[in-house]
């Protein structure tokens, strides 16, 4: 007999059924035990006479019959609460120790640490449950949308060099040229731009990028997922235009409960944004405490250049005397580019900020897609000779024609994170790393064996070692 999800047990009244699950609550009456049963699908109660011993969380296969439960016993709380499961065997495949932590409660009270040390358990949570498997709805939709509108996927590499978005990089030592290491990329921003020169015209990717910065509720650390996207011939608006309709239909198709406040979403420049708000993300729901109501908004005409040198802008080299709002390879205003040699802090840049309830989601703009542009903006950001050079290849690749583009990467886990109302990214993330750097579970890093390092050609100073 094949195995019979427990949802489906509702269609299955008076049969004999399998079904093969965990152990969600045992309640004992002397002969007679009741025991609710849960797999993917949800949970139902079973009931059986002389059952083996077994514990919760244990994983078990039930035989039996589903029989319709008398009108007042029905629990309406749940979605099988019409039947229950008459049980005529019951083995334990994997008899379950006692947990760690509790599994059925919201779990926000639990110390994180415990909670990602034992994260395949904290995954059966149902909010954590539910949360992981709504992403997975999400970005699913998301694909198929993009492609539908013939977007090419495609991966870009993990092993790279740098790729400024204005954080530290993570290295990783290179064998084959000791002495030498890649970057994980900051976000795949070089190679979509280089994927427009390549004639794709239009490229997402579900990305994965690499900041070496402070985790905040908001910020996971260490890595964290993007939807990346970039458009041949386009100008600012379309970016604007593609992703409003990418998100309201995400919402009205995967999130029917939530409400869009405004449609089309309002647009605010950033001086409006910091002289009514005081910041450029600002919270625009009319009632913060009804958790279904979503104000999305655009925040755009952002300067170019921020004046004070973002500290650790570009490995802390402190030279410059403005760093890029967005990013370097973000177009000045066609309006403003003769400001670039006179009053570079007016030049607005064409960038767009994605903003939701008051968190940034999502940032992008249109491109430079000018040498001497790009040039000018490299000049003005204090890159010395060295620094230009790493990024000679796009100047390469631009002389070969470049079509006009640009782009936007929503943030996937802050998206998710806002949307369900979850305080912190990491309730989004399967396996999140802890505040203090170590991965979920693997505990991550650690240290290296003394060949790798020899094969690395590195070495670890003695004190280093002794006193992590
Ligand atoms: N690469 C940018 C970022 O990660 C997004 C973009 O400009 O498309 O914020």
Redesign the pocket.
Known sequence: MERTLVKDTVNKIDEGIILKGWVSSIRDHGKITFIDLRDRSGIVQCIGQNLPKVTIESVVEIKGKVAKRPEKLINKDLETGGVEVQVESLEILSLAKELPLPIDTEGLDIDEAVRLKYRYLDLRRPRMARNIRTRSKAVSFIRNWLIEREFVEVETPILTKTTP?GARDFLVPSRLQPGKFYALP??P?QYKQLLMVAGLERYFQIAR?FRDEDPRADRAYGEFT?L?L?MSFVEQEDILQLAENLFTELVEKIFPEKHIMQKPWPRLSHKEALAKYGTDKPDLRKDKNDPNELAFGWTLDFPLFTEQSKEDFFHGSGQAKFAPS??MF?APHPDDVALLDSDPTKVRGLQHDMVLNGFEVG???VRIHDATVQQKVFDLIGFNEEQKRQFEHMLTAFAYGVPPHG???PGIDRFIMTVLGEPSVRETIAFPATAGGSTSVVSAPSEATEEQLAELEIKISKAKRLNP
């Open positions: 978005e900051q976000s921003q990028c993007q990346d970039e967005h990013h973000t940032g992008g703009s782009g936007i990467a």
